[in-house]
């Protein structure tokens, strides 16, 4: 795709191949059971959210995918996932070896178990200047924690240093680094990743998001006013990307100028419509979805 000078979203994260075996359950410690079928798909959370983010925007918001694959033979996959999605690949770069590649269990209730083997994603390298150039020039920057931590804190650091929001998904959880918390505006936990961080790093960040699976999310602003919008009620697939489309939908929400407590909703509205679909990296639903069952649910 060709390049974009000032891209209104920036996602820093993870590219991965994803193999999802469906089961009756998921197998407990030591335990064998026998899959049902075995899929290939797209997913790592950078390119969920990145795709998440390109079909809830519609068009009108340009997103851009900072990120690493390998040479294997999945790597034209998943560039090409990303430019179907409408999310350009200018700073797309490309490293020897694999791939990273997820293996998700997924059982008869849609819950799942993933394992993440990061391959390229963990050899990124440092930020090019034209990257630090794009972030410093977006509508906002998001990121997880399936890349290095200190290529995320160079991005996060450099976002903030020049105005630019940061909404981050700190999973899988880990310990944040002072700094990047600092450089954070938005924080996207489930109620496990809250536990884990605590409320030393909860309270630190101005707009604080968390996602409550099919009860909805809890939006806290910076006067500390709590505000708990609903999910509206779908029958569940594949609960995989849900969580991914819910903070992509949130940054072109956020991007967009929505006020957060109404874009936390509206995100609340993707997350759930990405559980009736299976898979994680294809699930994110189109603007017009989102809006129309946005306006039945009202």
């Not at 105005?163 to 936990?189: D, H, I, K, W």
């Not at 006013?225 to 009620?233: H, Q, S």
Request: net charge negative.
């Amino acid at each position: 795709m060709p390049a974009v000078s000032t891209p209104s979203v920036i996602v820093l994260g993870s590219i991965s191949i994803d193999l999802t075996a469906t089961t009756p359950h998921l197998p407990a410690p030591g335990e064998t059971v026998l899959g049902r079928t075995l899929t290939t798909g797209t997913g790592g959370k950078g390119h969920n959210q990145a795709v998440a983010a390109a079909r809830a925007a519609g068009g009108d918001t340009a997103v851009e995918f900072i990120g690493t694959v390998g040479t294997d033979g999945y790597t034209d996959t998943l560039v090409g996932a990303l430019e179907r999605a409408g999310v350009g690949t200018t700073f797309l770069r490309q490293v020897e070896g694999p791939c990273g590649t997820a293996l998700i269990w997924l059982d008869d209730t849609a819950e799942n178990s993933i394992v993440v083997v990061p391959a390229a994603n963990a050899l990124f390298g440092d930020l090019a200047a034209a990257d630090l150039d794009a972030i410093a020039g977006a509508g906002i920057l998001v990121g997880q924690l399936e890349v290095p931590m200190e290529l995320m804190v160079a991005g996060a650091t450099h976002a903030a240093a020049h105005g630019v929001p940061v909404l981050l998904n700190p999973s899988p959880v880990q310990e944040l680094p002072a700094e990047l918390v600092a450089a954070l505006t938005v924080l996207v936990v489930n109620e496990g990743e809250a536990a884990a961080l605590g409320p030393a790093v909860l309270d630190a960040v101005p707009h604080l998001v968390t996602t409550l699976g099919g009860r909805g999310a809890r939006y806290r602003g910076p006067d500390g006013g709590v505000v708990t919008v609903p999910a509206p009620r779908v029958t569940p697939v594949d609960t995989t990307g849900a969580g991914d489309t819910f903070a992509g939908a949130l940054a072109a929400a956020w991007t967009a100028g929505r006020e957060p407590a109404d874009a936390v909703a509206w995100a609340c509205v993707a997350g759930a419509l990405a559980t009736t679909l299976p898979g994680a990296g294809d699930c994110a639903p189109l603007r017009a979805q989102i809006d129309e069952l946005a306006a039945r649910t009202a």
